[in-house]
């Protein structure tokens, strides 16, 4: 199997965003957990989406996570490798979008990166350097309540140099507008400047198209799904992939029973909560007596369980800004992200142990706690529940899971989801 594409994801609702994203532009793909082991077993495919849990993790050991996944994609081929990181650029002072970016160019040998989380479909865009979720900067949408990653400097010129070597250039929706060849001419320029790492604008898909043409030029980028569809249209126009209709047939019904786990406290996941209250029994956790060591996961599964023959239920220990502030201010930020996550994880575990099979899952970080502790391997790609969101089949055992970036899905994303999971 020779690879077009090898894409290495820093968290698995990232990763299952862009396996989503490919599928639709025509490329067969699967997703990994994690650095695939050498035999794992993996159908005919065009593209592989390496899902990391590195966005929140010390930069050194993203560089290591993201360097063996490289090593991997590389061995079988891949041509071009791209970094999935956040449409709305997920990230701190401290990395990892700089340091691994870095990483991955030196080992590749490339004197600049092409860096864009532009994503017109789900409303992220760049204008002079500048993020726009929906019709508001970065550093004024809800993203800047984040509970690990505020973002609270729209300018990614800036966000990136405080967090890389090399230094950032831009590469501005002018010279995106006269095509490839320019795009291409500005790296080289910026490059010869001293620059490691560009930012480039992109407010429409044609200009995706403009950017993964003058990618794919080069080893590596990094960017979200938007630059993800860009490079997969390149391939496809340069004859390196023939687009195949995307296989959402994934095989008969699994039935079973059916849960949803929500850890993001993102503005659109509150909502759907909200919303799913009128179509399952929902229970809120109580981050204060999860971590003042109360049992929250083991009540939480036992309420679960008097429920879950009678239809799906929800758990979720999504709360607002300031609940989340407060709950950091006494047990600290990464303490209490890492034990809410542990104990969705548990809760996960409990349910599968007693019958779940249609899993749902709100959160980037809380998705890759599950998946991990569930031990799954890879996913194989099915139809699209919202924008980003597809719903995913287990290639070792019958379960379907849908990964739900926190920001992504419609108001009942919940209820939608369950319904394309047979
Ligand atoms: N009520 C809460 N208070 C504090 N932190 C929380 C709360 N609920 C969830 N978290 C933590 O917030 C983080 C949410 O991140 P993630 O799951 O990636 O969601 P998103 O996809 O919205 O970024 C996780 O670390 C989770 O454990
Ligand atoms: O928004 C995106 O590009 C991805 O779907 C993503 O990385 C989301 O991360 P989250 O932590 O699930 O919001």
């Given at each position: ?12 609702t990232?990763?299952s ?27 005919e495919?065009?593209a ?54 870095d ?11 092409l ?13 002079l350097?500048?993020l ?6 970065l ?39 006269k ?24 407010v429409?898909?044609r ?52 849960a949803c786990l ?16 009128a ?21 939480a ?5 008097e ?19 407060a709950?950091?201010?006494?047990y ?6 890492h034990?809410i ?41 099915g ?40």
């Amino acid at each position: 199997m020779t690879l077009a594409l090898g894409c290495i994801a820093d968290d698995y609702t990232g990763a299952s965003d862009l396996a989503n994203t490919l599928t639709k532009a025509g490329l067969r793909t699967v997703q990994t957990i994690g650095v695939p082991a050498d035999d794992l077993a993996l159908p005919e495919v065009d593209a592989v989406v390496v899902s990391l849990k590195s966005r929140s993790i010390p930069a050194e050991e993203a560089v290591a996570r993201s360097r063996e996944a490289a090593a991997w994609l590389t061995a079988r081929g891949a041509g071009h490798l791209l970094f999935k990181v956040c449409s709305t650029f997920d990230s701190t002072d401290a990395g990892n979008i700089g340091p691994v970016t870095d990483a991955l160019r030196e080992d590749a040998g490339e004197a600049i990166a092409l860096v864009t989380p532009a994503f017109p479909e789900t409303a992220r865009t760049v204008y002079l350097g500048h993020l726009f979720v929906g019709a508001v900067p970065l550093a004024e949408s809800p993203l800047k309540d984040h509970p690990l990653n505020p973002m609270r400097d729209s300018n990614l010129v800036r966000v990136l140099a405080r967090q890389s070597r090399a230094g950032v250039g831009l590469i501005d929706l002018a010279t995106v507008a006269k095509g490839g060849d320019a795009v291409s001419a500005r790296l080289d320029a910026l490059a010869r400047d001293g620059k490691g790492a560009a930012i480039a604008d992109a407010v429409l898909d044609r200009d995706l198209a403009v950017l993964g043409a003058a990618a794919l030029t080069r080893k590596i980028s990094t960017g979200a799904s938007g630059l993800g569809l860009g490079l997969a249209r390149a391939l496809v126009a340069a004859g390196r992939v023939a687009p195949a209709a995307a296989d959402t047939d994934l095989g008969g019904p699994i039935g079973g029973r059916a849960a949803c786990l929500a850890g993001s406290c993102s503005q659109a996941t509150l909502g759907q909560i909200a919303r799913a209250e009128a179509a399952m029994p929902v229970r809120r956790l109580d981050p204060a007596r999860l971590l003042a060591g109360e049992d929250e996961a083991g009540a939480a599964l036992a309420w679960a369980m008097e429920r879950i023959g009678d239809g799906p239920v929800l758990m979720a220990s999504s709360a607002g800004p300031e609940d989340v502030a407060a709950v950091q201010a006494r047990y600290g930020r990464d303490a209490a992200g890492h034990a809410i996550e542990a104990a969705m994880a548990r809760i996960a575990e409990g349910l599968v142990t007693h019958g779940v099979r249609r899993l749902v899952v709100a959160g980037g970080e809380t998705s890759g706690a599950v998946v991990d502790r569930l031990g799954l391997p890879a996913f194989r790609v099915g139809p699209e529940i919202a924008a980003g969101v597809p719903v995913l089949r287990t290639t070792d055992r019958d379960m379907w899971l849908a990964l739900k970036s926190g920001n992504f899905g419609g108001p009942d994303f919940f209820a939608d989801a369950l319904t394309l999971m047979p």
